[in-house]
DNA sequence: CGGCAAATTGACACATCTCAAAGCCTGTGG
DNA sequence: CCACAGGCTTTGAGATGTGTCAATTTGCCG
């Protein structure tokens, strides 16, 4: 019903919340949905008239590759408390789909209210605006670590960064969180074969550094999966400011 | 000393300017400056007070790799009208610094004018807003290029993408363009080493698809090229709409 | 003309992909 | 409780893509 902790959670980090902007923020009407493996949240090339915010579990960026409907890629994860498709507020359509990865609860919020927000309230029209700007800074590390991080590597990126991004907004801690991908899912993500992803993670296994089964991952050894992963999370502009 | 042309062009090319719009965007008080190949004109981490447009030449997003400092990957291009840097107005600083490629001239403006601009221009905000989701989208394809294009399509996909955004401000046209970067920067850019870049480079030119010469690219078979990279110009958002 | 940086080429090593097959887990029906 | 089916994971082997190193050529500029 009210707002998610999880987004208040995730700004409250990086900026102080006055009392007006936390009053408008839990005014907001949203409409609760839920969605199932696999299941599209935001439909490609649709204008809708709301956007989405994650409540539980994680949903995925999926881009389909014109002439090979087989295929796609993965261009972003998004866990509790990310406001997902802000884009489609402020731009003609999305050029991708957001598609729900294990289960998922989301919170719609009408382009109505985002409108009035933009007109009424500045300050956290620069959050909302913050919180997409954070989504491109971790599109722009993840073609750092494409372009410079060979497989095993490269896996330890993302877990470092989805564990990191879980822990700041509380939703998993003690180096344990649950990731409900596919190895086939991770291979759109990485851009490596699904055989491939598989010799990475045995290898991140192999060097004891990591335990997955099934959805449950544990970072085992910290410091050297960030290490391998040369991670380094200022990216993620978790730095308390005013903006 | 005025405005540059080309961002109002590169805003007008998607929504309507209302007259307060334009004449605010024309009072903007700016400081003109010009750099040399591979300075440095927003440098990393450093909390600016003011964000650059390009006017003329182009520039790069630059990220240095912890632990090795002879290595980098360039996370982005700009070409004239693009506002480079409005992430550094409100994010805590840039984890990336942006440096010219070939001489460039930029056009600052203080972070107070963008303040104004937001506590009291909502629509110019939201168009400001969109500029940045536009660097998002092209990030995002980056993405896609890297995960599902080899050596020459993912080349061929670089120079459809900056012919496509040079022509759509009026800075290109016919099919020719100046890209100044050396081989080595193409590399840092597609995530390959400067002898695969050089061997792509031939045999888009074996193929006759284009000629290179210096700075000077003149795309022979835009049909060709474009396909090989299944370049789709939609996720550079150019509809004209409401926003 | 000489010098330097960039572009180009060739040979070989390493990374990753593809195809094929085997192993594992889980849900279902007998 | 067992047998089976199906999807996912794991493994192996050979083909293709890409990186590294070394050397040569080209083009620009003093």
New interface residues.
Partial sequence: MAITDYFIRYLQR?DTLSAEDLSRLRALRTENETFAPGEVIVPVDRIAQRSCMMLRGLSA?S?Q???RPE?R?I??LHVPGDFVDL?GF????L??SVVAVGPVEVEFVSHDQLIDI??NF?HL??LL??A??????V??????A???LRSSAHLAHLLCEIYTRLNAVGAAGDHRFSLPLLQRELA?I??YSPIHVNRAVRDLRDRGMITWSGADVKILDWTGLSGLA?F?A??L?M?Q?S?
């Fill in positions: 990086r960026r881009h590759l014109v002439g295929e890629v261009t972003a884009h402020v731009l003609a359509g050029e991708h933009t007109e500045p029209t620069r605006w913050m997409t700007l954070i989504d491109a800074a599109h722009r590390q993840w073609l750092v494409a372009a410079s759109d990485l851009g040369r380094d200022t990216y502009d730095e400011m903006r």
